[in-house]
């Protein structure tokens, strides 16, 4: 592994059906973060994690949920999908708390029906 | 609120000069970051400024004003490889990433 890996590359889902998205970095980064990306409106911020132990709201939280049990992996559930969830998720790293700069997952695209 | 401008699209030719500009209002400011994205892709770190100034690095330039809540990114020479979306972003004062909706650049031959 080098940087940061995200599952799956992509999915389809049915409306209801609970998903974890999978976010693994080896840089050792204490905070990461889950974005999501939809057309013509900047990354917004889900949730984030500061350590490992701990985590966040950030601005569009509601529906999805995240654990930060160890330094490396990030994973981010949504426990019953609903189409409005359709979208591009990124998850992202950093050394700091937020101070420093943000390095990017490949993204998982979500298609919910 | 918070919000950050940039335009959604420009176009400019191979070999020209580019600016885009981004204007924020922002709770606070822990410096300013430029990242690029090509389609499909993820964003990738460009240039980041917090004191006033311009930040050279080979063919990009990123130029900063606190006062006037404003930055823009400067290419240079610019090559098909520079299509993609540019993206600004600032830390505001809990140190969380507002961003931009990004600026679309289109590169004709």
């Known amino acids: 592994i080098a940087g940061i890996t995200q599952a799956p590359t992509s999915q389809i889902l049915a409306a209801g059906r609970r998903m974890t998205l999978r976010c693994t970095q080896d840089m050792r980064h204490n905070a990461m973060y889950w974005y999501r990306q939809d057309l013509g409106l900047g990354l917004r911020l889900i949730h984030y994690s500061n350590t490992a132990g701990t985590t966040g709201k950030g601005e569009v939280p509601d529906g999805y949920s995240v654990s930060r049990a160890n330094t490396d992996d990030f994973p981010l559930t949504l426990a019953s999908a609903v189409p409005s969830q359709t979208s591009v998720y990124f998850c992202?790293?950093?050394?700091?708390?937020?101070?420093?700069?943000?390095?990017f997952g490949p993204g998982t695209r979500l298609t919910v029906l | 609120g918070q919000n950050i401008d940039q335009p959604t699209e420009m176009t400019a030719t191979e070999g020209a000069i580019v600016q885009i500009n981004c204007t924020y209002q922002t709770s606070g400011f822990n410096g300013l970051f430029w990242y690029q994205q090509h389609a499909g892709e993820a964003p990738t770190f460009l240039s980041y400024?917090?004191l006033d100034g311009l930040e050279e690095k080979g063919r990009f330039s990123s130029f900063l004003s606190r006062s006037k809540g404003y930055s823009y990114l400067l290419l240079k020479e610019l090559q098909m490889k520079d299509s993609a979306s540019y993206l600004c972003a600032v830390l505001d004062s809990n140190y969380q990433l507002i961003w931009g909706a990004g600026t679309k650049l289109i590169i004709k031959p």
């Open positions: 400024n917090v």
């Open positions: 992202a790293s950093s050394g700091g708390e937020g101070t420093d700069t943000q390095y």
